[in-house]
């Protein structure tokens, strides 16, 4: 019961540092997290809200997730879904504080030192839900699985195999479209160190959370 507790409190945690590390870099004007940078363009490929995309996004991703799991795992089906609302309100929210507080309008210089702490939070709190193992954002979750039942746990490798779906679409949105959006030095520094940042947050952000694997 303690380390359910445990858990809990630093998954709560972790989904407020991660919403805030997304406003922050969303605020900065100078790119996010890569799945975010592909949703974005492929809304404007195929003319739907950015939200619904969102939406669709988690869907395929969270039966992409059965699929690797190779069966039906109930609690990780509906949980994946379950992370998307609260999180998607506070990402809102914190966006609205961070807009607020003139973040857009910072020098460049400072804006740059923001968009990677908010990056790095992203990755601390993906590698904090991670180890608590309770719910994750189907994204995320889509890592995890490639970490610990394909690839014998490796952070680095697990993140750059889980871009490929989003790149492929930022790829083929550019192709078709000639344009790019939400695209900039975030998202590139995200592709390269998101995995690596995760790695050095699983032994030195909260050490005392220990990883709950269930595959």
Not at 101 to 109: E, K, R, S, W
Not at 198 to 207: G, L, N, R
Request: hydrophobic share 50%.
């Amino acid at each position: 019961m303690k380390d359910f507790k445990q858990r809990l409190y630093y998954l709560g945690l972790s989904i407020i540092i991660n919403s805030a590390g997304n406003a922050l870099a969303i605020s900065s004007n100078l790119g996010s997290a890569v799945w975010t940078g592909s949703a974005v363009n492929l809304s404007k490929w195929v003319n739907i809200p950015l939200g619904t995309t969102l939406f669709l996004y988690g869907i395929i991703v969270t039966l992409s997730n059965q699929l690797l799991l190779g069966s039906f795992d109930r609690r990780r089906f509906f949980s994946n879904l379950l992370f998307t609302l609260p999180f998607s309100y506070l990402v809102a929210f914190f966006t609205l504080i961070f807009n607020s507080l003139g973040v857009p309008t910072m020098d460049f210089y400072v804006r740059l030192i923001l968009d990677v702490i908010g990056l790095y939070c992203v990755a601390m709190a993906v590698s904090m839900y991670s180890r608590a193992n309770l719910i994750m954002h189907p994204n995320d979750d889509l890592a995890y699985i490639i970490r610990f039942k394909y690839i014998h746990g490796s952070a680095v490798l697990s993140q750059w195999l889980s871009y490929i779906p989003p790149v492929v679409i930022i790829s083929a949105s550019y192709f078709f479209t000639g344009k790019l959006y939400a695209i900039g030095f975030g998202t590139i520094f995200a592709l390269l160190f998101q995995g690596t940042m995760m790695k050095w947050s699983d032994t030195h952000a909260f050490p005392r959370l220990k990883h709950h694997v269930d595959l």
